[in-house]
């Protein structure tokens, strides 16, 4: 079976800081991993993913992403947060046949000024 | 351009009575599911299809389902509803082994 765990519920950063999201998965399979983000009241949109290609995945408004097989985790990064990136977010696994994901349980980014 | 919709966005209902929740995508994909969440469990998978009459049980299916008579929609039913499936119900849908996209959500209260 497949999991995710990430770390932190809750994020705090000051616009401009570094923005450090954790995510470790579990999986009997070569995984493929996910991040999406949820701004209030919508649905959840992708970031980025990773499906066995590169290990350092680029994805939309400046966040990246690096898989790290042998810490099993998928940590997701921004160099400089701004004010419109608070939202919560989403780490997510995927064994690829069927494309059934598994959620984590999500870490709300709240951003300073 | 292609979406995905979800009918209602708010539904109020009673318990023990019968609800259904529409999602309807015009992407043409052949994967289709239907997620709840709820605040510390993130997104929970409750039923799947991956094309016409076509579907499977997630990881919270009790007492719910769902069925696929054509490509483009995967309504979900309560057969009962009860006070415990009050939450927000996202579905989804994807090409294989793609990225899945999400509708708007429908936040369902059971009193």
């Known amino acids: 079976a497949q999991s995710v765990t990430q770390l932190g519920s809750h994020v705090s950063v000051s616009e401009g800081a570094l923005v450090l999201l954790r995510c470790n998965y579990s999986?009997?399979?070569?995984?493929?991993l996910f991040w999406y983000v949820q701004y209030p009241n919508q649905g959840l949109q992708l970031l980025l993913k990773y499906t066995s290609a590169a290990t350092l995945v680029k994805g939309i408004n400046g966040f990246e992403a690096e898989f790290k097989k042998s810490e099993t985790s998928f940590h997701l990064t921004k160099p400089s947060a701004h004010m419109s990136d608070a939202a919560e977010y989403f780490c997510?696994?995927?064994?690829?046949?069927?494309?059934?994901?598994?959620f984590g349980a999500g870490t709300i980014l709240r951003v300073k000024s | 351009d292609a979406e995905i919709t979800q009918s209602p966005r708010h539904k109020i209902t009673e318990t023990g009575r019968q609800v259904t929740l529409a999602c309807h995508q015009t992407?043409?994909?052949?994967?289709m599911f239907w997620y709840r969440q709820d605040l510390g469990h993130g997104l929970r998978l409750i039923h799947y299809?991956?094309?016409?009459?076509?579907?499977n049980k997630g990881e919270v299916s009790d007492g719910y389902s769902v069925s696929r008579s054509n490509t483009e929609d995967l309504p979900l039913t309560l057969e009962s509803a009860a006070s415990s499936q009050t939450s927000v119900y996202f579905c989804?849908?994807?090409?294989?082994?793609?990225?899945?996209?999400f509708g708007p959500g429908t936040r369902l209260t059971v009193l």
């Open positions: 299809s991956y094309g016409v009459q076509d579907t």
């Open positions: 999986s009997s399979v070569p995984p493929y």
């Open positions: 989804a849908s994807s090409e294989y082994v793609d990225t899945q996209y």
């Open positions: 992407w043409n994909h052949n994967n």
């Open positions: 997510a696994v995927s064994d690829g046949y069927g494309n059934k994901l598994v």
